[in-house]
């Protein structure tokens, strides 16, 4: 689950990109290992409407898959209202939300405000990352944290799945 096609993440500007992020995953699987304890509930995750960049999601999707965390993949420009669909339909506890675009951030906002109107959004923790956020962008957005990398955002996601009943 961890290996990623090199044609959706090689440049010309950088070549051994994948190399490079193949070490990492192989280093944080090493220091992961696999988990005997239970998480509780599920996790969505998708990129927000109006961008199409996967990279950080994909890596994320697959770190959280390694550890045993139940995910499901939402994909790309993945609209307010099917986040708010997959949230009422399942054991959802975690929704993380992934923008690379700044100009997309309100995407972010518009998804935490229609699972606030759906009644959803006290039931779950949200979590923010991606380029185009930050811990101020979260704080704005009433998230409950903020993932500098994919990395950050699996101890947070595993420490709330962990601790939920």
Known sequence: PFSI???TISTP?????KEEI????????KKIKKSTQKFSGKVIIGT???????????IMVA??????IDVE???VDTPPNIFVEKAKLSDV???ALSCLLTITTSSIKQTINELDKAGIRKKVKIIIGGAGTSQELADTV?????????????????KWLLNSS
């Open 73 to 75: 993949d939402l994909g």
């Open 13 to 17: 500007e950088s070549p051994d990109l």
């Open 93 to 95: 506890k975690v929704i």
């Open 63 to 68: 770190l959280m898959e390694g550890l045993g």
């Open 142 to 158: 009433n998230a409950d944290a903020y993932a500098k990398n994919a990395f950050d955002g699996l101890r947070v996601i595993e």
């Open 5 to 7: 096609p090199s044609t």
């Open 48 to 58: 927000v409407k109006g961008d199409v960049h996967d990279l950080g999601k994909n």
């Open 22 to 29: 193949d070490k990492v995953i192989i280093d944080e699987k």
